[in-house]
């Protein structure tokens, strides 16, 4: 996993194909701006924050936000790079 981040929550370099991620929407150059309720200050929060089984995304996207909802699989990665 690639570790770049913003001023405000962590940009989304690249989504694999048929991952918990891709399955949400998830999408290259959103920037990911909270995990369950919890604002993201950098990549490491995302980590942090990212190995809860359930997670629910605030994304921002082209300008508007929006909620993404994922679950983790057991043995398949999320499928996303930062």
């Known amino acids: 996993m690639k570790l ?17 991620a891709a399955a949400a929407g998830l999408a290259a150059g959103d920037r990911i701006l909270t995990i369950n309720g919890r604002p993201l200050r950098d990549a490491i929060d995302f980590q942090f924050y990212g190995a809860e089984d359930r997670l629910e995304l ?23 790079e930062l």
């Open 4 to 20: 770049p981040s913003s001023a405000e929550g962590v940009v989304v370099a690249t989504v694999r194909p048929r991952t918990p």
């Open 58 to 80: 605030g994304v921002e996207r082209a300008g508007g936000r929006r909620a993404l909802r994922l679950r983790r699989r057991p043995g398949i990665e999320l499928g996303v």
